[in-house]
């Protein structure tokens, strides 16, 4: 009797996620062979494309400088000095990243308009009309985070030597401590891109000619899918150079510190405590303060639109999380056990595991339409009795793009805990005969056990705040608390959206507070 290779369903399984992944980016590359409208002829003619794209890069490199700025100075900050009240500004520092972007621009709206100093120095045409600053106060924590936890352990050799040699701490921050940390700051930096153009509400609530309008147009206003795809993929090209142009200049360079110690901070004195607020309490008011005090004053005037729809529509949105997340969590533990046991092209899956995040929501949700759009004809023409759209008529295509756009977050973080265990424990699996399902329950879950609240959480909130893939996607009357934010933004009714707003915020917020205080704490003792 044969017997089934367990060599055979590995590859099977690789090959089948590693196609769920890139298999809506090829549906959009296949579209670029098409006829090119009227419409596309019109933009290439009038160089509208270039614009558009011009503005796009201005939009992201502003971002990118001021993110960067206050990131790492912030994180610098913090892991190098001792002072009073450090640990909660510490966590406070990371809480703008609980305020999903759209609902700063809908609640600086309001801001502006009472405050004209304010409304001067942030929303002007350096600024973009504002985008700039609410993408920026809103996405820096992405450099804070990752620059804090780089400076924390790699650079401590590197600062004694300059401290020895007597350099100044200025001169040592500038011409050390800054470009040995360039890599996590780039990295981390480079969320702060993906995060932008994956989002189209604030540059078109704040009337920013981007490249993400032309393709929402093409697709969503006159229903271009082939346009849209070929503006796409020019997007796709020039953020693809551009990685790899900053790959090329810092190739060969070596930045990772000697011993691994822990930077051990410095007391302050008063004057520098001061010095201190001084300089970070701005972006605290201006990041957390401001726009959470707007949303309650607003939530408490429109108390009634709290209500059992609302209560419903929370409802809807944990059940779409949910099942995202169990699929992230199952497929990415699978995907990254698997690309840990293969010995050939690990690093094309490894990069297939994380390149969902890269990929801007509007084009991964126009890949996924095309693809789910096509499994449902498929199945109306040759199954009569099922009449209703299987994908694009529920919550399924929706839940595809949710799951290929945040298991790279899963995956990485899981293949990052594989990859630092032994490998004499898997090698000790096979020789006791446990195939690579057996070992996968009996070594990997354990395993990827401690990891796994860390993912729920990080998951769960860009899940809750994602607007751009569950508005594209949704079907007709699916509403969620990011829709439904929307909406009323959208009929002017800014007060009213601050109560789903809060309910978005207010669980982001206890959720990165536990991730910063509980979960770190608990992770330290074990």
Not at 106 to 125: A, P, Q, R
Not at 320 to 347: D, E, P, Q, W
């Amino acid at each position: 009797m044969y017997k089934f290779n367990d060599k055979y369903i590995k590859g099977l399984l690789i090959f089948l996620i590693s196609i769920g992944i890139i298999l809506p980016m090829i549906l959009v590359f296949r579209l670029i062979f098409t006829e090119n409208s009227s419409y596309l002829i019109t933009l290439f003619e009038n160089d509208i494309i270039w614009k558009y794209l011009i503005k796009t890069f201005e939009l992201i490199f502003k971002v990118m400088f001021f993110s960067i700025i206050i990131g790492f100075t912030a994180a610098y900050i913090v892991t190098a000095y001792d002072f009073k009240y450090k640990k909660i500004l510490k966590v406070t520092l990371t809480i703008p990243l609980a305020i999903p972007v759209y609902i700063g621009a809908y609640t600086y709206t309001s801001i502006f308009y009472e405050n004209s100093f304010l409304e001067t120095i942030l929303k002007n045409d350096f600024m973009l009309n504002g985008s700039v600053f609410i993408y920026t106060i809103f996405l820096y924590p992405y450099v804070y985070l990752a620059s804090r936890s780089y400076l924390k352990r790699n650079l401590v050799d590197y600062i004694e030597a300059s401290q020895t040699l007597k350099t100044n701490k200025f001169k040592t921050f500038v011409k050390i401590i800054f470009p040995l940390s360039w890599p996590a700051v780039f990295g981390s930096a480079l969320f702060v891109i993906f995060e932008t153009l994956s989002d189209f509400e604030v540059v078109r609530y704040y009337g920013v000619e981007t490249i993400s309008k032309i393709i929402w147009d093409s697709w969503l206003s006159i229903g271009q899918k082939e346009t849209a795809a070929k503006v796409s993929v020019i997007l796709l090209i020039s953020l693809f150079l551009l990685i790899l142009l900053e790959k090329l200049i810092r190739r060969n360079k070596r930045y990772n510190g000697i011993s691994n110690r822990e930077l051990k901070p410095k007391n302050l004195s008063s004057l520098q405590t001061s010095l201190v607020y001084l300089l970070l309490s701005p972006v605290v008011i201006l990041g957390v303060y401001l726009p959470i005090k707007e949303m309650l004053s607003f939530a408490i005037v429109k108390y009634q639109y709290f209500d059992l729809a609302l209560l419903g529509i929370t409802l809807n949105t944990f059940i779409t999380i949910f099942i995202t997340l169990m699929l992230i969590l199952v497929s990415g533990s699978i995907f990254a056990s698997l690309t840990n046991l293969v010995k050939k092209n690990k690093s094309v899956y490894s990069t297939i595991g994380v390149m969902g995040y890269s990929i801007p929501s509007l084009i991964l949700a126009l890949g996924v339409y095309i693809f789910a759009n096509s499994i449902d004809k498929f199945i109306y023409t040759n199954f009569k009795f099922i009449d209703t759209r299987l994908l694009t008529g529920t919550r399924g295509a929706l839940i595809i793009a949710l799951t290929i756009k945040f298991i790279s977050i899963a995956f990485s973080n899981y293949y990052s805990t594989l990859q630092k265990q032994n490998k004499s424990i898997f090698e000790a699996s096979r020789t006791l005969k446990h195939n690579d399902v057996s070992s996968y329950f009996r070594i990997n879950l354990p395993l990827l056990k401690k990891t796994t609240p860390f993912i729920v959480i990080i998951v769960f909130i860009d899940l809750i705040k994602e607007l751009t893939l569950t508005y594209s996607l949704r079907p007709f009357n699916f509403k969620t608390l990011s829709t439904e934010v929307y909406r009323y933004a959208h009929n002017e009714m800014i007060e009213v959206a601050a109560i789903p707003s809060l309910i978005i915020v207010g669980i982001s917020i206890i959720l990165i507070i536990y991730l910063e205080v509980g979960y770190n704490a608990r992770d330290k003792k074990s």
